[in-house]
């Protein structure tokens, strides 16, 4: 999923950083600020079990579907009760995964919450119409199928995963749901298709939590804690407002032009909290290595991340220069390169 400050393409250099700071007998990871679940993904690559948190419920969504998930599901009782219906419409497909989603993308399109609010027909053209009432189809079914208990939970959220996965490639924005545009660009008007999910191996017993990461530092331990905190004064909840509604599939109230749900505030974002959430989780930390990312351009200061890592070992910080492309009014894109930082201490005993 393209989102604001993802990890993915810093990946290599997260994973250099660990592998120099490690003592090779670390077990458990804790990826506090989760997001698409990147970083959190990289450490179950690497055979630690996961806990990861995050406020947003899409972002609680897609870490529930590839942390706690480690095989394609079977969907069996989805299947034997769909028989007719797979063998019917899904005649092609191979595996369960591929027939359930077959069967989802193969629903004529519902009215509903998404396509009321966030389609042409209620004046907000952030997906098609065609994308908004398959979107509401599908939503509906996943949740249907669970309250029917035809679907167990992490089959819930894998289909869920895949839905808002494919639902953001065909957002009619210029890269976050701040504003949608006007005229649909061309891959807003492909046809929203859900596909597999890309597991990664073979880990038991990763949780994720959708909690605030002040909350629940004070109840778990873990050998690496790697924080990856939102570091301008730009909201998620605000940014990511419409994948928000369609993972908790509620009727929020919705005001303005772009149809902005309520949203939790984060600390993090706010220059007068954000040192003192910081510290608070930073003291509070039972880990043996601490990882953040904060670059230069953040609402806390290099040296006031400094000071406040030096409160548990002696900090070190990485950096790598990181070229990253600025959508410009949803037409040009820029290159803007910026140095990408991974502050580092090793916990005093
Ligand atoms: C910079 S992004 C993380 C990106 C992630 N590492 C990735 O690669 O996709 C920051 C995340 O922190 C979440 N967040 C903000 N405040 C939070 C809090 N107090 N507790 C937990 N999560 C929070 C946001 O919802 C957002 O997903």
Redesign the pocket.
């Known amino acids: 999923m393209n989102?604001?400050?993802?990890?993915?393409s810093l990946l290599p250099f997260i994973e250099q950083v660990w592998r120099e700071v490690r003592d090779n007998d670390e077990q458990t990871a804790c990826?506090?600020?989760?997001?698409?679940?990147?970083?959190g993904r990289l450490f179950k690559r690497l055979g630690l079990r996961v806990i990861a948190?995050?406020?947003?419920k899409y972002?609680f969504a897609l870490n529930k579907a590839y942390l706690e998930i480690n095989q394609p599901p079977r969907f069996t009782r989805l299947r034997n009760a769909y028989n007719f219906a797979i063998a019917a419409n899904a005649s092609n497909a191979e595996s369960p995964v591929e027939q359930v989603l077959e069967l989802l993308n193969g629903l004529e399109g519902a009215p509903g919450f998404i396509s009321e609010n966030y389609s042409p027909a209620g004046n907000r053209s952030y997906y098609s119409t065609e994308n908004a009432e398959k979107a509401d189809a599908i939503r509906q079914a996943i949740r249907d199928w669970r309250e029917r208990k035809l679907i167990s939970e992490p089959e819930q959220f894998y289909l869920l995963a895949s839905l808002l996965e494919g639902i953001d490639q065909v957002a009619n924005t210029a890269s976050v749901y701040g504003a949608f545009l006007k005229k649909f660009k061309t891959s807003a008007l492909k046809p929203l298709k859900l596909k597999p999910l890309e597991l990664s191996n073979q880990v038991k017993g990763c949780k994720v939590h959708n909690?605030?990461?002040?909350a629940?530092i004070r109840e778990i331990e873990c050998d690496v804690l790697y924080l990856?905190?939102?570091?301008n004064h730009r909201q998620?909840?605000a940014n990511?407002h419409v994948l928000e509604t369609i993972a908790a599939y509620d009727t929020p109230k919705l005001s303005g032009v772009t149809g902005m749900r309520d949203y939790?505030r984060?600390?993090?974002?706010q220059a007068k909290e954000a040192a003192e959430?910081m510290e608070d989780l930073i003291v509070q930390a039972r880990a043996k290595h601490i990882l953040l990312?904060y670059n230069d351009e953040g609402v806390l200061n290099l040296e006031e991340i400094n000071r406040i890592l030096s409160l548990r070992g002696e900090p070190k910080t990485f950096q790598q220069k990181y070229s990253r492309f600025k959508a410009d009014n949803g037409r040009e894109y820029k290159r803007d390169a910026t140095i990408e930082f991974v502050h580092y201490v090793r916990v005093r005993r």
Not at 3 to 8: C, D, F, P, R
Not at 211 to 214: K, S
């Open positions: 989102y604001i400050g993802s990890k993915h990826d506090m600020f989760a997001g698409t679940g990147a970083v948190s995050d406020i947003q972002a909690r605030d990461a002040n629940l990856d905190p939102p570091y998620y909840g990511y939790p984060s600390r993090y974002c959430a990312s």
